[in-house]
């Protein structure tokens, strides 16, 4: 392996949500720090967004994938293109990609593997347009290692929180929700714990007509409706046993269209509830999951979910007082840019070959150098 250095990296990503691609111009450290110089939220274009939605509702066909993938790419290499006109070429880029169907499952046909998982937004398109080196295709690696492919910031959790004299859960809050576990003296491990922001989106989307609950103000208005939230707590991915990861592929439109049949009557009051069964999950992954090994001490939250005041104040109710609850803010991490930042790292890995998945999350056989390279 040659010399470690520091290295200037642009990160792409898209998540769940499929609000913007988010891009941070990094420098990743040989000592695995990140410090991210700039980050930006770049737009979809609208009809680009519209159509990857038809992707995730699967109302879509090969054709629609074969031209989104390339149409994404560009999207991607644009937004780079906005930090490379302001601060010149990294040294190379790294895209997680927006990822349309993930199925970590292990089916067989013909007692072949089915298990895998599709991240569009063509990594060649990338650096064709914009002049740099991409690595690309992260989870496909660990998932050939018979892993989930997911959670991967995992990897950025345990280098930049472990050592710090605490165990800590490191709660993201995205469209999905995923914890990490970094304690001091037991091996660091992460799971989906279920729904983040995606459900609370729909509904407020659907009843209100906006893009998100700002702030949790209309969660904040309305009444939990307890009956229907111990509905959807029984939910069976609630109960399954770590590694485990999720995504739109299980909690749809049409699941929510099929939990919303039973929700009260009251706008604000299923905006409530949906934002309850959020922080509710992730308190209930707790204790069926996290407690049983390792006594937390601090629950860290990132990503979007970490602005809504009202989640953030019923994640205080549902967990326990001796738990103090601060966002990564608190270390100097961006919310926004967290992710950003945790894939700038695993892109200066694979740079380097360097193994960057940890398998006491994924459930992979062996730690493997994820990541693909594209000139």
């Given at each position: ?16 949500s499929c609000d ?8 990743v450290?040989?000592?695995m720090s ?10 979809y ?10 992707l ?7 054709k629609?994938v074969c031209?989104?993938n390339f ?10 293109n ?10 190379f880029?790294?895209?997680h990609?927006?990822?349309?169907y ?11 593997s ?6 569009i ?7 064709q ?5 991409t ?5 496909e ?8 492919g ?12 472990r ?9 993201n ?6 914890v ?6 037991f ?14 989106d ?22 939990v ?5 111990e509905?959807?707590?029984?939910d ?5 046993e770590?590694?485990?990861s999720?995504g ?10 099929n ?11 299923i ?8 922080a509710?999950?992730?308190?209930q992954?707790?204790?069926r999951?996290i ?10 939250i ?5 602005f809504?005041?009202t ?11 001796y738990i103090?609850?601060t ?6 991490i ?8 945790a894939?700038a790292?695993?892109g200066?890995?694979t740079?380097?070959g ?9 459930g992979?056989k062996?730690?493997?150098v994820m ?5």
């Open positions: 392996m040659s010399t470690l250095e520091p290295k200037r990296v642009i990160a792409l990503m898209s998540g769940t913007s691609i988010d891009a941070g111009l990094c420098e450290f040989p000592d990140v410090k991210l110089i700039k980050g930006i939220n770049y737009k274009p609208e009809h680009i967004r519209a159509k990857i939605f038809q995730f509702r699967q109302e879509s066909n090969i629609d031209m989104m149409a994404i790419g560009e999207c991607f290499a644009n937004a780079a906005v930090l490379i006109e302001e601060f010149g070429r990294p040294d880029i790294s895209s990609g927006q990822t349309i993930h199925y970590p499952f292990d089916e067989k046909l013909d007692g072949i089915l298990k895998s998982t599709l991240q937004g063509e990594s060649s398109v990338i650096a347009k914009t002049g740099c080196m690595i690309s295709n992260f989870r690696a660990d998932i050939a290692q018979g892993g989930q997911a959670p991967l910031v995992c990897f950025a959790d345990e280098k930049w929180w050592g710090k004299g605490k165990n800590f859960a490191i709660q809050i995205g469209g999905i929700s995923n990490t576990v970094v304690s001091r003296d091996d660091t491990f992460g799971f989906d714990t279920g729904l983040g922001n995606i459900i609370i729909y509904c407020t989307r659907k009843f209100f007509g906006l893009d998100y609950d700002k702030d949790g103000d209309i969660a904040r208005s309305g009444i409706a307890e009956t229907w939230l509905c959807l707590l029984q069976e991915y609630y109960f399954l770590p590694p485990k999720t739109r592929e299980y909690f749809s439109p049409q699941y929510i269209e939990a919303l049949k039973y929700a009260p009557s009251e706008p604000k009051d905006i409530a509830t949906v934002t309850a069964l959020t509710k999950t992730i308190a992954a707790y204790e999951f407690y049983p090994q390792v006594g937390i001490h601090e629950a860290v990132c990503g979007g979910g970490a809504n005041k989640l953030m104040s019923m994640l205080r109710t549902y967990l326990p007082d103090d609850l966002t990564c803010e608190d270390y100097g961006s919310i926004n840019f967290k992710e950003v930042m894939f790292l695993l200066y890995c740079y380097y360097i193994p960057n998945n940890l398998p006491c999350c994924t992979a062996k730690r493997v990541g693909k390279i594209s000139y």
